[in-house]
């Protein structure tokens, strides 16, 4: 079931049987893609390295809950003393070493995306207001329903004009 309302209200019997799932931009949300959009006009570089950056991010925490599953599994899996067991201290070792070297990568991402987010801030203010203008927009439309404008249309007519403005 699906509705265009931004706050449903729903008879009892029906809440109780449906799970209501609000897909509405934050303003936040939307400040941060705009600002994605901006800083991807002027400096696409950068902001190609930013998601590579959250897609390594991203990869190495998956690898760290791998090593711990590991470690959980060769713990829970010795009997006895484990110190006895050569294949369990060995893979030990190497997880210790592995999640050494990722936790050191991750800490160099992290510098990286801060110095990222300080060149970022600069368009912020951009992002800010743009983000308030659709608010705004969005608002129109408790004046009359003729002044209904989508997302895809105000992020459609951002992106030309930051065209236009960079060209």
Avoid at 100 to 111: A, F, G, L
């Amino acid at each position: 079931m699906t509705t265009r309302l931004k706050n449903p209200v729903y008879l009892p019997e029906i809440s109780v049987k449906v799970k209501l799932i609000n897909f509405v931009i934050t303003p936040l949300g939307l400040q941060d893609q705009l600002l994605g959009i901006v800083t991807r006009k002027e400096k696409p570089d950068l902001e190609l390295f930013r998601d590579q950056l959250i897609t390594q991010s991203a990869s190495n925490k998956k690898q760290l809950k791998e090593i711990e599953d590991k470690i959980l599994e060769v713990l829970s899996s010795t009997k006895g003393d484990i110190l006895d067991d050569e294949i369990a201290v060995e893979i030990l070792s190497s997880s210790k070493m592995l999640a050494h070297d990722i936790v050191n990568k991750q800490d160099m991402s992290d510098i990286t995306e801060k110095e990222i987010n300080t060149v970022r801030d600069f368009y912020k203010i951009v992002a800010l207001h743009s983000s308030q203008l659709y608010f705004t927009i969005s608002d129109l439309a408790f004046i009359n329903s003729t002044y209904q404008f989508s997302l895809d249309w105000f992020i459609n007519l951002y992106e030309r004009v930051i065209f236009i403005i960079i060209i």
